[in-house]
């Protein structure tokens, strides 16, 4: 049987608070964050072991959900519960209104904790290729 998934909808603007892409700036690291993620195959992360076939956060917004807050130096299961409600950026990655407990987010990142080195891996490996062809690249700004 399939694991069911809590849809995560990044796309649907909020009424109240407003779009929080609104507060987040075009080169936040979030959006790099985000789109790495979204490029990965994530077929090695584990779900429902518990097997009562309830929904699930996405494997895809956990992973993204704990390297941000790596990222930004926070490790701590109940702090990025906490980021969930007061962190915009970690919002984002929720879909504004989801908020995993810190239960979840310490069986989430110990039972895949393999596969999430090696998500955290490719990311940073991603971003130092990035900063490498930016230097390479001639400055676009005309001063």
């Known amino acids: 049987m399939a ?18 892409r609104d507060w987040l700036p075009e080169d936040h690291i979030v959006h790099f964050i985000i789109e790495a993620v979204d490029s990965m195959e994530l077929t090695s992360f584990k ?32 702090k990025i519960e906490q980021a969930t409600y007061y962190d915009v950026a970690s919002r984002y990655i929720c879909g504004g209104d989801l908020h995993p407990d810190h239960h979840t987010i310490c069986v989430f990142r110990r039972k895949n904790s393999e596969a999430f080195s090696d998500a955290f891996l490719k990311i940073l490996c991603i971003a130092s290729e990035m900063k490498a062809i930016k230097k390479r690249l001639p400055d676009a700004r005309t001063d």
């Open 3 to 20: 694991p069911k998934y809590i849809p995560v909808d990044r796309d649907t603007p909020m009424l109240l608070p407003p779009d929080l």
């Open 47 to 78: 779900v429902n072991h518990r097997g009562t076939g309830s929904e699930q956060y996405s494997p895809s917004m956990m992973l993204t959900l704990l390297i941000y807050s790596y990222i930004t130096g926070t490790f701590s299961s109940r």
